[in-house]
């Protein structure tokens, strides 16, 4: 079974399984910007906000990156954790040249495992391959406490549900 999102209109199926709040995420293993690779136990004991989104070039998800970036600030025991498709170097030169340094980047280069364990992975349409617009928060102990799998994928995620989830931790 898949969940049904849009892209301006045009329907795309998403594979099921994005989690709810009091969920366990499941573990990851995602490529961090120095091509090393990284698991979700490098962020043990941190509150998780994750900004997933398709890809940097396009206007919407860059936003997001950005307003993740500058809300953050101040967040005691919290990691950012900014997700898509991009390859590492992309994330680089697009924080280096925004002056972004409140987040961790993370790109599914290597693997699209991620997309599908935490269902946000793209099916069909003309995005498939590509992650859905979605904001995970999860506590200290991997919890799920908000969950935001955004039904339009160029409209922004509710970032204020999400920072206030984060500051519960």
């Known amino acids: 079974m898949s969940v049904s999102i849009t892209r301006r209109g045009e329907a795309m ?14 573990a990851l293993c995602l490529t961090g910007s120095d091509l090393v690779d990284v698991r979700l136990s490098d ?19 860059a936003l997001s990156v950005k307003q993740f970036n500058a809300r953050v600030a101040g967040l005691a ?3 950012l954790l900014q997700v898509s498709a991009d390859l ?7 924080c280096a040249a925004e002056g972004l340094d ?8 290597r693997d699209k495992t991620f997309a599908h ?7 069909s349409g003309s995005m498939a ?13 991997n919890r799920v406490t908000h969950a935001e799998l955004v039904p339009e994928i160029a409209q922004e995620p509710d970032y204020e549900a999400a920072i206030a989830a984060a500051s519960r931790g």
Do not use: W
């Not at 962020?43 to 998800?61: H, M, Y």
């Not at 590492?88 to 697009?94: I, Q, Y």
């Not at 364990?117 to 099916?123: K, N, P, S």
């Open 129 to 141: 391959g590509l992650t859905a617009r979605a904001v995970i928060v999860a506590d200290a102990e």
């Open 117 to 123: 364990d935490y269902g946000v992975l793209i099916e």
């Open 77 to 79: 025991d919290t990691v």
């Open 13 to 26: 199926q998403v594979v099921d399984g994005f989690p709810k709040p009091g969920d366990t995420l499941p």
């Open 43 to 61: 962020f043990a004991g941190k509150t998780k906000i994750f900004n997933i989104f398709p890809s940097l070039d396009t206007k919407t998800c």
């Open 88 to 94: 590492p170097f992309a994330h680089s030169r697009f």
């Open 102 to 109: 409140n987040g961790v980047t993370l790109s599914m280069m």
